[in-house]
């Protein structure tokens, strides 16, 4: 099989913090050899594209802004398309904060004042702002989520991600987010196929986690590639429902996929 594009995770798929993993700048080289046309995409919410180019630049990859976005990319999307003149309390970090404000989005510190709630990574919660959530909810009004990564890759250890955040507000106000953007929502893959614009059956979907990157794949009928370098152990993919097309143990495999 010839595939013509391939989206590819960031962290734990071809960085852990800011280094390369092993292997992985080789098997980048190869798909675009193999001239398959790539797309990073990260459920990190907190940073924008044009961020991830000098990341990812550093690193030995060379991608232009067009080809990455992030499930702050995905949730701003979203919000521009259904919440664009609510005011948004944002559980959150600046740098998802700076997102919506580039993108005209209203934000709020307000309980009473919100008109959506958006939960997000932030290293600075507390239980003020599960009291500040808890009182926003209490009005009824949506609760979207920007990705359900519970735990993320970091440089020493994984450490927890939106989907901790998320999961405490859901539990706390006892109910469900109404929308949880990033890999492997509907916004996410329209954004894919719009940047990718190929037969589902020529895309590959490489990634580190079941839940996001082989489900996105899975969904949007793409081939599935988990790689073994980030999230996923053994254990846990024996007892996932999701099963991939493919494993490697790292990016620099593909060609076991490409043959």
Not at 137 to 156: H, K, Q, Y
Request: charged share 25%; aromatic share 6%; with cysteine.
């Amino acid at each position: 099989m010839e595939f013509s594009g391939a989206v590819v995770d960031v962290d734990g798929t071809v960085v852990r913090g800011d280094d390369p993993i092993p292997g992985a700048p080789t098997g980048y080289r190869r798909l675009r050899e193999a001239g398959v046309e790539t797309l990073f995409v990260s459920n990190n919410p907190t940073k924008a594209p044009p961020a991830y180019v000098d990341r990812l630049g550093a690193a030995g990859y060379d991608v232009g802004a067009d080809r990455v976005f992030t499930a702050g990319s995905v949730t701003t999307r979203y919000l521009r398309e259904r919440h664009a003149d609510d005011d948004l309390l944002c559980i959150g970090e600046s740098g998802l904060l700076d997102q919506f404000a580039a993108a005209g989005l209203s934000t709020t510190d307000s309980a009473e004042a919100a008109d959506a709630l958006v939960a997000s990574i932030d290293r600075e919660f507390d239980y003020d702002d599960l009291c500040t959530a808890l009182w926003a909810l209490e009005r009824d009004i949506p609760f979207i989520g920007t990705d359900p990564d519970v735990v993320i890759p970091a440089p020493e250890r994984d450490v927890p991600g939106s989907g901790a955040v998320i999961n405490a507000i859901a539990g706390v106000a006892e109910r469900e987010p109404d929308a949880v953007l990033g890999k492997p929502s509907d916004t996410a893959i329209e954004m894919v196929r719009e940047r990718l614009p190929y037969p589902p059956e020529e895309c590959l979907v490489v990634g580190d986690r079941l839940d996001t990157d082989i489900a996105l794949g899975e969904r949007a009928g793409m081939t599935s590639v988990l790689v073994r370098s980030g999230v996923t152990d053994e254990a846990a993919l024996a007892a996932s429902d999701i099963d991939p097309d493919h494993v490697i143990d790292h990016l620099g495999e593909i060609d076991r996929v490409l043959g």
